[in-house]
C-alpha cells in the first residue's frame, strides 16, 4: 500500500473529525478522495501540519487528526517534544511513513534509513506511540479516536504517488470553510 491507499481506507473514519493534512501531494490526494470543509489543506510550510494541529486542539475540544509526513515530520523535529509536552487528549498525529520525500521526487527520508520516529516520538516523551503497517492504520485510527488519548501513529507503508490533480481553491476560502467547520 502506498500513501493514496491509506487516506482512501481512513476516509470515512477521518470525514467528522477537524483535519489538517501535510502539504504536496498528501493534501491533493485528500482532496481528491474526500473533499471536506474539516479537512484544512496546507499548501505551503513543510513540517508544520502537526503544529497547527496541536494547537487546534488545545484550542477548543473537538478531535483533531494532523496526517503529516516522515520527510515533513523531520523538518520540524521540534514538534515531537511539543507534543509530549503539551498534551490534548483531542489531538491525533498520524504520521504517514513511506521513507521518501514523496512530493519532491521520493528522494529517501532518515525515517526511510536508520530513524525511527516511533522511538524519537517515545524517547520525546509522547506516552501513546503506535507503530503498524499501512493495512493497519484504519483500525488503529479508529481506536485512537476511541480512546480520546493523545496519540502517536507512524503508519509504514511503501514510497509512490498516485496522479492528482492540483487544488484549485483559493488558501483563503479554504481557511474561511474550515474555521466555519471548527466553529460548528
Do not use: W
Amino acid at each position: 500500500m502506498i500513501r493514496s491507499d491509506i487516506l482512501r481506507d481512513i476516509a470515512p473514519v477521518i470525514r467528522d473529525q477537524l483535519v489538517i493534512c501535510n502539504i504536496g501531494l498528501p493534501s491533493q490526494e485528500l482532496h481528491m478522495i474526500d473533499d471536506q470543509p474539516t479537512n484544512f489543506y496546507m499548501l505551503g510550510t513543510m513540517g508544520l501540519a502537526s503544529s497547527i494541529g496541536l494547537g487546534l486542539a488545545l484550542a477548543q475540544e473537538k478531535t483533531v487528526i494532523s496526517i503529516d509526513g516522515d520527510g515533513s515530520v523531520l523538518t520540524n523535529f521540534g514538534t515531537l517534544p511539543t507534543i509530549a509536552n503539551n498534551v490534548a487528549d483531542n489531538f491525533i498525529l498520524l504520521i504517514i511513513d513511506n521513507g521518501s520525500y514523496g512530493s519532491t521526487g521520493d528522494q529517501p527520508t532518515y525515517a526511510g534509513r536508520k530513524t525511527s520516529l516511533a522511538a524519537v516520538a517515545t524517547a520525546c516523551g509522547c506516552e501513546t506511540v503506535v507503530e503498524c503497517a499501512a493495512e493497519e492504520v484504519k483500525a488503529t485510527l479508529e481506536a485512537a479516536i476511541a480512546s480520546a488519548k493523545m496519540t502517536v501513529i507512524v503508519a509504514k507503508c511503501e514510497s509512490g504517488n498516485i496522479k492528482v490533480p492540483v487544488i484549485t481553491k483559493d488558501p483563503v476560502s479554504i481557511r474561511d470553510r474550515f474555521m466555519e467547520a471548527v466553529r460548528s
